[in-house]
């Protein structure tokens, strides 16, 4: 009979262990989801860094300085002002907090660390109630246009999803760079 006490007790344990095991793998897709969120946002922050030079670009049709900022030369500023607000946002939303934001280069991305704000809870593993998920990950700005030349007051591209032709003296243009740039998480 005591045998089989010890064997119920040692399946419970198990069962328990079992399930700390699963509250940290739930709270590190947790992480690792707020951190994907996280660089998305911090990496479309970098992007319309540049749209004001894109802009400046176009209407003085400076290819030039137009190849520039679609081969990289953003802004530096998706990681800026309380590391990237959009990306702090996106990190509450999903219960983690930023803990690093930097801006990557070849291509030009960014990459967030979030660590979540709740444990991982009590369990028969006493270390997972005061341990927290970390997670990392890195959002790509690639381009999806090249320069095609002059045209009128517009400047002609080549794009993945085919011919793009943007003038910025038509009535009501308004510069929209996701037709220029592609967000990507890495691999």
Do not use: W
Not at 26 to 43: E, F, H, I, M, P
Not at 45 to 74: C, H, T
Not at 131 to 145: D, G, K, N, Q
């Amino acid at each position: 009979m005591g045998i089989y006490i010890v064997s119920i007790a040692a399946l419970f344990f198990l069962a328990f262990a079992y399930f700390a095991v699963g509250q940290a793998a739930v709270k590190r897709n947790g992480a690792q989801t707020a951190a994907d969120a996280a660089a998305l946002a911090a990496a479309r922050e970098e992007r319309d860094q540049g749209k004001d030079a894109f802009l400046a670009a176009l209407s003085a049709g400076d290819l030039d300085a137009i190849g520039k900022l679609l081969g990289g030369d953003s802004g530096g500023g998706g990681c800026a002002g309380d590391i990237g607000s959009a990306a702090s946002s996106l990190a509450g939303a999903n219960d983690a907090e930023v803990t690093s934001c930097s801006v990557v280069a070849g291509p030009p991305g960014v990459t967030v660390s979030v660590r979540t704000l709740s444990a991982v809870g009590k369990s028969v593993i006493p270390a997972t109630s005061t341990r927290h998920a970390v997670a990392s990950a890195t959002a790509l700005i690639e381009p999806r246009c090249t320069i095609g030349g002059k045209q009128g007051h517009g400047i002609r591209f080549r794009c993945d999803g085919g011919p793009l032709t943007i003038d910025p003296t038509v009535n009501g243009f308004r510069l929209d760079l996701s037709q220029l740039y592609a967000i990507h998480l890495s691999k």
